[in-house]
C-alpha cells in the first residue's frame, strides 16, 4: 500500500493541489464504474431482448452470471435495466409460489 | 391467486392470430395475468390501495396488449409467453412511473443544484490518516480533471444526471433527445475512455479503488 501511495504522490504531483470540484461520492462511483468497465457490452436493447429468458432461468436457480454473463453485467451496470428485472421476478415469484 | 388459465406458446399465439371468439377470450385471459402481475412489479414503486394505481394499471394492461400483439412475430419462445408479455407490461409501466415522478425536474435544474453543492463533501463517515485524506482529495481533483479532459459536455452531463442525482437513464436520454439505448452506449463509451486513460497513466481503476477505500 505505501509504494502504491507513492506512486500515486508522483502521479498526481503534476496536478498540484487543486480540490476536486465534483462530489466525493459521485468520483467514488466513476471509479467504481470504471473498474467494472468491458469493452463489450450489452445495451439495453440486447438486454431487454433476453430479460424473459433471464428472469426465468433465475427463477429456476440456474447460474445465470456464468451462462448469461454479458446480461449479468449490464444489470450490475445499468439501474434502469435492474429495476425492470427485478420487477418480472417479483411477478414470476409470486406466480410459481404455491397457492 | 395467478390466473387459472392455462396455454401453452404455441396456443397463445394460434389463438391471438385467430379471429373473433378466440382472440377475445385470449385476450380477456391475457389482460388478466398482466393485471395479476402489476401489483407485483410495482410493489416499492406504487401500492394497490393508491387512487392512482387502479387507472396506471388499466394503461398499462391496454398499452401492454397493444405492443404484444404488435410484436407477437418478434417473440421467440425461449421464455413462457407470459413472461415475455410480462417483461413488456414491467417496461410500459415504470417508463410511466418514472416519467410521473422526474416530470417537474429537469437536467439543467439538477446540473445547477449540483453546481451549488461544488465543495466537496468530505468523506465525513470515515476518519482516515489526515495523509490519506490528502491523497484522496488529490485523487479525485485528478479523476475529475481526467473526466472533464476526455469527456464530452454531453457524456459529463448524462454522467451527472445519472451518477450524481439518480435520474433515470430513461429520463436523462429523454430530456437529451436520445433512446436509452443509445444513452446507455455513450456512457459505456465514457466510461471505456476513462479506463483507457487510466491504463495509459499506468493504473489500473482496481488500484485507484484501493485508495479510495483505503481506512
Not at chain 1, 13 to 26: H, I, M, N, T, V
Not at chain 1, 36 to 54: G, I, N
Not at chain 1, 83 to 91: Q, S, V
Not at chain 2, 62 to 74: C, F, G
Request: aromatic fraction near 6%; glycine fraction near 4%.
Amino acid at each position: 500500500m505505501r509504494n502504491l501511495i507513492e506512486r500515486l504522490r508522483r502521479w498526481i504531483q503534476r496536478d498540484g493541489r487543486k480540490r476536486p470540484a465534483l462530489p466525493s461520492e459521485f468520483l467514488g462511483k466513476v471509479a467504481r464504474q470504471i473498474e467494472a468497465t468491458h469493452d463489450v457490452e450489452y445495451s439495453c436493447d440486447d438486454v431487454h431482448r433476453l430479460l424473459d429468458q433471464f428472469a426465468e432461468a433465475v427463477l429456476r436457480g440456474e447460474d445465470v452470471a456464468r451462462l448469461m454473463p454479458l446480461v449479468q453485467r449490464h444489470l450490475d451496470m445499468c439501474p434502469d435495466c435492474r429495476e425492470e428485472f427485478e420487477a418480472l421476478l417479483r411477478i414470476l415469484k409470486a406466480g410459481s409460489a404455491p397457492a | 391467486m395467478p390466473p387459472m388459465t392455462k396455454r401453452t406458446n404455441e396456443q397463445w399465439l394460434s389463438d391471438l392470430r385467430a379471429g373473433g371468439s378466440q382472440r377475445e377470450t385470449a385476450l380477456v385471459d391475457l389482460r388478466a395475468d398482466i393485471l395479476y402481475g402489476l401489483p407485483y412489479a410495482l410493489a416499492g414503486w406504487l401500492s394497490p390501495d393508491d387512487p392512482h394505481f387502479l387507472a396506471l394499471a388499466e394503461e398499462v394492461a391496454q398499452e401492454t396488449l397493444m405492443r404484444a400483439l404488435d410484436h407477437l412475430d418478434s417473440f421467440e419462445g425461449r421464455s413462457q409467453f407470459t413472461t415475455w408479455v410480462h417483461k413488456i407490461a414491467v417496461r410500459v409501466a415504470l417508463t410511466e412511473l418514472r416519467r410521473r415522478h422526474w416530470k417537474d425536474v429537469s437536467l439543467d435544474s439538477l446540473l445547477e443544484r449540483e453546481e451549488g453543492e461544488r465543495s466537496p463533501r468530505a468523506m465525513a463517515d470515515r476518519t482516515p490518516e489526515p495523509e490519506i485524506a490528502a491523497e484522496q482529495a488529490d485523487l479525485l481533483a485528478h479523476l475529475q480533471r481526467m473526466m472533464t479532459e476526455e469527456l464530452t459536455a454531453k457524456q459529463l452531463r448524462a454522467m451527472m444526471a445519472v451518477g450524481v442525482q439518480g435520474m433515470p437513464l430513461e429520463e436523462a436520454a429523454r430530456r437529451m433527445g436520445m433512446k436509452r439505448n443509445a444513452l446507455y452506449k455513450l456512457l459505456h463509451d465514457a466510461r471505456l475512455r476513462l479506463k483507457r486513460r487510466l491504463a495509459r497513466e499506468g493504473l489500473s481503476a482496481a488500484e485507484l479503488l484501493t485508495v479510495f477505500e483505503y481506512k
